[in-house]
């Protein structure tokens, strides 16, 4: 039953009902939520709601339990913060993430990221080098 309300919690944001989604996720596995969360903000392009989400799972999955969760969540948080044109808010989050991962390959692809500001180059720009940097990330 939990499985079958992450699912329709998943076609509801895909419609774009991103509330009735959250409401929906919260009777979800525990363990899921935050990822859903997460993701409903990215598809519907609520970009500093999906950065706190993104760094939130980032920063609890950069002990190498899920390296594939935390390089997803790491690089989407980042992308998060400059499509939110929180240039603040990254410089934090990148810290946090340099302290933690120290030279963990996933942490080149933010750093890679850094360089970018929405102010100075715009959205199609990020998120173009976020696609990129994630499509790299078979080859570290």
Known sequence: AKARLALEARALAALGRINEALELAAGAPE????LMRA???WTAGVWPQAATAYARIA?????G???SIARTAILRAGAAYLLADDIDGFSIFESKMAAALESAP???LLQALSALG???VGEARVMEAYRAAFAHRGAS
């Open 59 to 63: 920063e609890a999955a950069s002990n």
């Open 39 to 41: 993701e409903f903000f």
């Open 118 to 120: 929405v102010s100075e």
């Open 106 to 108: 996933h942490l080149k």
């Open 65 to 67: 339990s899920d390296p």
């Open 31 to 34: 363990d899921e939520i935050d």
